[in-house]
């Protein structure tokens, strides 16, 4: 069992700052890839940050030079810190993992439940 709990939402206004955190817990062995996607109402999920060992990030081009997605190994946690933000930004953020869980040699994908962020002047 692995479960992600994610905190961080609010609501801010334009250009403001907010920092999000998906921390896992559970029966991890190792975790491979941790994402960010968001997902506005009637609208399809999208990934908005990527981030796998060594290091290596990737972000969508609406959000790239404002959100930096960083990693704590050690807490098996991950941030996304969205500068700039815009009123386009407002969504529901999910935490997504890609984890080896102990005692299975396979891989598999866990959601968080979701964090709220709203941007409106």
């Known amino acids: 069992q692995v479960q992600l709990v994610e905190s961080g939402g609010g609501l801010v206004q334009p250009g403001g700052s907010l920092r999000l955190s998906c921390a896992a817990s559970g029966s991890i062995f190792r975790i491979y890839g941790m994402y960010w996607y968001r997902q506005a109402p009637g609208k399809q999920r999208e990934l908005v940050a990527a981030?796998?060992?060594?290091?290596?990030?990737n972000y969508s081009v609406s959000v790239k030079g404002r959100f930096t997605i960083s990693r704590d190994s050690a807490k098996n946690t991950v941030y996304l810190q969205m500068n700039s933000l815009k009123p386009e930004d407002t969504a529901v953020y999910y935490c997504?993992?890609?984890?080896?869980?102990?005692?299975?040699?396979?891989?598999?994908?866990?959601w968080g439940q979701g964090t709220q962020v709203t941007v409106s002047s």
């Open positions: 981030t796998l060992p060594p290091g290596n990030t």
């Open positions: 997504n993992v890609l984890v080896q869980v102990v005692g299975t040699p396979q891989a598999g994908d866990y």
